[in-house]
């Protein structure tokens, strides 16, 4: 399809539980990003992945954070043992080609609050 | 550290007048640079683009100006229209084949129209 899929819309996990969110990319696109998005304010570039190759993961709290993005399947980002500060709107986007931003196409964001 | 920096959380515009969005960057090495718009509930969608290497690029309504020795751009749309009323992100890329196309954002200004 047209359009980066993203499940689920919301997600309310307790502190300490894990949370999984997935991200459909785009038909053809190779590339595939995640971004934080806390409190309205910046995106926070987490991870960005070639097929299923990780690019780039500086922006990832390697602690309690995973990604994926297996061949015939959904891309997923994992948190094991949320804390508060988890809570945020995260998104996926994805491209077919690397440079600059350009072509990315975001999904709506799943919303994730930990209580 | 904030590399992309939005000053102004707010906008208030008359229908029909200019809206100007300012943003400001630190990191010389930044070879793109792009607009996002996003509503509520959903992911930022792309507006324009401009390469470091241009001064303005015009895409409609839409001209964005670049001043690369204040590291300064703005957003200029003329003429403003209530379907305008969104949030606006500034964001820039780090370029070069190994940077990956990940985006830096700034804390995005919310643009209002009134009728």
């Known amino acids: 399809g047209e359009e980066v899929a993203q499940t689920p819309k919301h997600l309310v996990r307790g502190e300490g539980q894990k949370a999984k969110l997935y991200c459909a990319p785009i038909?053809?696109?190779?590339?595939v990003f995640w971004y934080q998005q806390v409190l309205k304010n910046e995106f926070k570039f987490l991870i960005s992945f070639q097929n299923e190759n990780v690019f780039d993961e500086t922006g990832m709290p390697k602690e309690r954070f995973s990604a994926k993005c297996l061949p015939n399947s959904p891309c997923s980002l994992e948190i094991q043992a949320t804390k508060l500060e988890d809570s945020a709107v995260y998104f996926c986007a994805s491209s077919h080609k690397r440079a600059g931003g350009l072509g990315y196409t975001f999904g709506s964001g799943t919303r994730l609050t930990v209580v | 550290d904030q590399q992309v920096k939005q000053n102004s959380p707010s906008l208030s515009v008359q229908e029909g007048r200019i809206s100007i969005l300012n943003c400001d960057y630190t990191n010389s090495m930044f070879d793109y640079f792009l607009w996002y718009k996003k509503y509520p509930a959903e992911g930022p969608t792309f507006l324009i683009s401009i390469s470091s290497i241009k001064d303005k690029n015009e895409d409609g309504r839409f001209t964005v100006f670049l001043n690369k020795s204040a590291k300064h751009l703005s957003l200029h749309i003329v003429p403003s229209q209530p379907g305008d009323s969104a949030v606006y992100f500034c964001a820039a890329s780090e370029g070069g084949y190994n940077q990956g196309g990940k985006l830096i954002f700034g804390q995005g200004t919310e643009l209002s129209v009134k009728p």
């Open positions: 038909k053809g696109h190779s590339y």
